[in-house]
């Protein structure tokens, strides 16, 4: 990575300051994006979900750079939202950020990156292949970045090289709105360390890859999703039946109508 231009969006967030710190340690330049300024200079305003914004702020980062190795789409933000609902404000705020952003940023960068024969990494989930309940919004927005992912290595061959990481949990405030609905993901998908995802992006980072699972457990089940999906969907569903039968999400108003079908299947009743 040394000497390596690299521009890296939700740049203040937890996994933004823990991957902008191993490049900077790797050599790499980084300038980052998020929605407020920071005290930090290398970090520029700018809302992902508005069009003018990204073109300015991409500008200035590319000429502040001298041009752009790398781009890390990294901001997002989740929360609750049921499939079985109408979609809401917070559903579409979701894909607005996590799908439309990255493509906003995205073509501002292309031409900079075909230049230079660069490399960009989706910051993704392991929801794009492992769905959960209760988490329709973040699941739709992340497998629909990776189609755009999809499409865009297409179209950007054979100058740029476009990677996907899946993280699974990491401790980070992204969960916090998932938590105060009463849905806490604890016992239905396992947090990981966070130094391992910053290791999945820079494998990403080097162009020899093109999707990249973030730890052991991880690859085990990116395989099952990908290529045992109804294994998978059983899996998951048996973990919420548990989790369901045990209380766990008794204060969860979102949840009210997933726990009555289960108590309708329940044959005991």
Known sequence: MDGKRVLITGAAGTFGRAITMALQERGAVVVGLDLEASDDPLILACDVTNDESVKEACAHAIERLG??????????????????APPDEIVRQQIEVNLFGAWRVSAACAQALSASRGQ????????????????????????????????????LAPLVGVACVYPSMARSPIHDSTASAGLSLEGVSRFEPLEG???????????????????????????????????????????????????????????????ERHRLDDPRR
Request: hydrophobic share 50%; net charge positive.
């Open 67 to 84: 041009g752009l190795d790398l781009l890390i789409n990294n901001a997002g933000i989740g929360g609750p939202a049921a499939a079985a």
């Open 120 to 155: 960009v990494v989706m910051i993704a989930s392991r929801m794009v292949v492992v769905p959960l309940p209760l988490a329709a919004a973040y699941g739709v927005s992340k497998r629909a970045l990776v189609a755009y992912a999809d499409a865009l290595r297409l179209e």
């Open 197 to 259: 995802i910053v290791e999945a992006v820079l494998r990403a980072a080097s162009g020899r890859y093109r999707d990249v699972p973030t730890s052991r457990r991880g690859r085990v089940e990116f395989f099952l999703g990908r290529h045992l999906p109804r294994l998978s969907d059983r899996m998951v569903t048996k973990t919420v039946a548990k989790r369901i039968a045990s209380g766990a999400f008794d204060r969860a108003p979102l949840a009210r109508a997933m726990i």
